[in-house]
């Protein structure tokens, strides 16, 4: 596997003020409504919506924000339609972004992600143009603090995972689409405690950045993930581990 997704290990490090928080709710209520008006309300029917729970119960999401985002999408409690749309574009340094949004204004979406790209080196591209540079995995973080290397890749094997890499305090195991929870439960029935989960844009290729320029490329990444409508960026950043470090601080 070429790479991971780098931007969720520096956000996973950061710590999470009450600001940031709110934000990251509001985010996490939008996947929640969307997921269960595509597939349903039974996240056991329904693994985008079971991952969606996961992920609010991992940030201390209350229990009824949950059902009541659920209850908006399955048409129970009124709610806003939201759209996915995906928007490509280039950093800093000639990397790739892939960004995801849900938005219940396309317009006004674009105009503010052209915005930030600018503002921050970067530049709005084409659909397809960066898309065919990436492909959707699982990756599941494990902290190394909380096992050993050995516990890590006898779990993961046994579970049939595709990879395992240990890289800035974090054991990284990715699967492919169809075994990704799967691979989680079987890691946990091996007594692996589970950090962080997602479906990510893996990069095929990496282009190293380093210095200023990888200072740049997380400076924008920080100014879209800033944005409610922005719900996940993918980068082929290949960061430094000395700047990778400090920037996790």
Request: aromatic share 4%.
């Amino acid at each position: 596997m070429a790479g991971h997704s780098k931007w969720a290990q520096i956000k996973r490090k950061k710590a999470v003020n009450d600001a940031k928080r709110g934000q990251m709710f509001t985010k996490l209520i939008r996947e929640l409504t969307v997921a269960a008006r595509d597939g349903g309300g039974d996240p056991n029917f329904n693994p985008r919506l079971r991952l969606a729970v996961e992920t609010a119960k991992a940030g201390n999401m209350p229990q009824e924000n949950i059902e009541r985002a659920i209850k908006k999408g399955t048409g129970e409690l009124a709610g806003v339609n939201y759209e996915e749309v995906v928007y490509e574009g280039y950093a800093p340094g000639g990397v790739a972004l892939y960004i995801e949004t849900l938005t219940d204004n396309p317009k006004r979406t674009v105009a503010a992600v052209r915005h930030l790209l600018t503002k921050n080196g970067g530049s709005l591209g084409t659909a397809g143009s960066v898309a065919w540079q990436f492909d959707r995995r699982g990756q599941i973080y494990i902290e190394a603090a909380g096992h050993s290397e050995e516990e890590v890749l006898e779990a993961a094997l046994e579970a049939r995972a595709e990879d395992v890499v240990q890289e800035g305090g974090d054991f990284i195991v990715t699967t492919d689409l169809a075994s990704f929870h799967q691979v989680q439960d079987d890691m946990r029935e091996a007594g692996i405690r589970i950090a962080q989960a997602e479906l990510a844009m893996i990069p095929q290729n990496e282009v190293d950045v380093a210095g200023k320029t990888a200072e740049r490329l997380v400076r924008l990444m920080e100014a879209l993930d800033g944005s409610d409508d922005v719900q996940k960026i993918s980068s082929n950043g290949n960061i430094d581990e000395d700047t990778l470090a400090r920037l996790s601080q």
